[in-house]
């Protein structure tokens, strides 16, 4: 079973920065990708980032381009996201979510999330 904890969020003034931690294990199966969400009150869930466990691939919304860093430490099977220059416009729940690399791909919902942790930036 696929166990995902998800840490790190915060309160920060705009242009500070936190680096959020989802440890993830249990994957039963090789391919797989680990994905960053996040959801703001009223809105729709968005996808922030993902990497690809195969080849180490990392996909980045526009939204978070040149903000935003994931990196992956293999041998404590955990992925950080790194959050620089935030903006009021990047709070919400950040959910760490997992599932085959195919599935989030082709943007399905992934069947694997973490509990989500609270990222507020004030202005």
């Known amino acids: 079973e696929v166990h995902i904890v998800e840490s790190g969020g915060g309160l920060v003034q705009a242009g500070g920065s936190l680096r959020l931690s989802c440890a993830a294990s249990?994957?039963?199966?090789?391919?797989?990708?680990i994905a960053w969400f996040r959801q703001a009150p009223g809105k729709e869930r968005e996808g922030v980032s993902r990497v690809v466990s195969s080849d180490g691939s990392i996909y980045y919304a526009d939204s978070v381009k040149g903000r935003f860093t994931m990196s992956s430490d293999n041998a404590n099977n955990t992925v950080y996201l790194q959050m620089n220059n935030l903006k009021p416009e990047d709070t919400a729940v950040y959910y760490c979510?997992?599932?085959?690399?195919?599935?989030?791909?082709?943007?399905?919902?992934?069947?694997?999330w973490g509990q989500g942790t609270q990222v507020t930036v004030s202005s």
């Open positions: 249990g994957f039963g199966f090789s391919d797989y990708a």
């Open positions: 979510a997992a599932d085959h690399a195919l599935r989030l791909r082709v943007g399905a919902t992934p069947y694997y």
